[in-house]
């Protein structure tokens, strides 16, 4: 891999753009000449350019100007752009070129040894950034990765609590039911122990068969995420004892699995959270589609979440972070509003090509 950057040198005097090649080829980077703004700004559109070392004073577009277009652009906001200047500059037209992103000046007649050690430090602080920038999409890539193979975990412990568990529980549910009336008396110690067995087993049956849709429930597929989500209210009302109400837009149809997948366990990890953390006894949710996006909301009227945790990504949990992750890999955004007076949890994922 060439792991040089490239530095975009701007000039209008082919003698001047020699001299900067010169003095900068030590550095051993990528140099790329460019005789007016206008060329620099195609070089710029089509390479990653790490630092533009820019002349002041060019026809048709000054370096100012090329520095404006440059800012105006939002893949170039944190384009390092050192001006080359023959003239004195006063503090205002300091200021000027600061304000429009300069980071540095350099005055002719230039010493060969400042202008490299200033482009060093910003080659550095780019190379720096790009390894830092990799390494955040490898995190993230790796975050995926784990999102899914829990869901694929969860939908493999869901169908063999169900498929191996469940029908267990059935056969001996059947079988204690067969044995009752025959050999006990149903007022008989045996005959009452008996019936306990059989509604227990009745029990465990009703338990492993939430336990296992909760881990992957099969609605999802077949009917949808609003099927999913009034399934899961209902049942999360009764266990939490929190009083839910459900909204869902007449036009919000079917999303994508992925995108069915993500908001679901967006809801679940939400309600969890409104259960262990917020004291609220009541949770709305709302499902609509607004500008392009599916939109999903869950809200509480508890005592918020704590600053430490939502304000600091250093502080948040995992789930938080989960829910991030599961929005943005779908090109969404995930926000959270809290205050103490309650927490509104808004997950925006794009609803194009979805019916």
Request: glycine share 8%; proline share 3%.
């Amino acid at each position: 891999m060439d792991d040089r950057v490239n530095i975009l040198l701007v000039d209008d005097q082919p003698a001047k753009l020699l001299a900067y090649e010169s003095m900068l080829e030590n550095l051993g980077e990528n140099l790329i000449k460019a005789g007016s703004a206008k060329e620099a700004l195609e070089h710029l559109l089509q390479q990653d350019i790490a630092l533009v070392l820019a002349d002041i004073s060019m026809p048709e577009m000054d370096g100012f100007e090329l520095a404006s277009t440059i800012r105006q652009h939002p893949r170039f906001h944190k384009t390092a752009i050192i001006f080359v200047s023959a003239v004195y500059l006063t503090d205002q037209d300091r200021l000027k070129g600061y304000q429009l992103g300069a980071v540095d000046y350099v005055s002719v007649p230039i010493i060969p040894e400042v202008l490299c050690a200033k482009v060093r430090i910003f080659v550095e602080l780019h190379s720096k950034t790009r390894q830092l920038s990799d390494s955040e999409k490898s995190l993230r890539t790796l975050s995926l990765h784990l999102l899914r193979s829990q869901d694929e975990e969860r939908r493999r412990i869901g169908r063999d609590i169900h498929e191996s568990l469940g029908q267990t529980l059935v056969a001996i549910k059947m079988g204690l039911d067969s044995v009752v009336p025959s050999l006990v008396a149903a007022d008989s110690e045996a005959g009452q122990q008996l019936a306990e067995c059989c509604r227990l087993a009745e029990t465990a049956i009703k338990e492993a068969r939430t336990i296992s849709h909760l881990m992957y429930p099969p609605m999802l597929d077949e009917l949808g995420l609003k099927s999913a989500i009034a399934w899961y209210l209902e049942g999360f009302a009764q266990r939490s004892e929190t009083s839910t109400t459900f909204e869902v837009s007449p036009d919000f149809g079917r999303l994508t699995p992925e995108a069915e997948l993500a908001m679901f366990r967006i809801l679940q990890e939400s309600l969890t959270n409104v259960h262990r953390h917020s004291s609220s006894r009541t949770a709305d949710v709302r499902l609509f589609r607004k500008g392009g996006m599916a939109c999903l909301e869950v809200i509480d009227h508890g005592r918020g979440i704590p600053f430490n945790i939502l304000g600091n990504g250093q502080e948040a949990g995992v789930g938080l972070r989960g829910m991030e992750e599961r929005v943005r890999h779908l090109g969404g955004k995930l926000e959270i509003l809290s205050t103490n007076r309650g927490t509104k949890v808004v997950a925006r994922v794009p609803a194009e090509g979805t019916s």
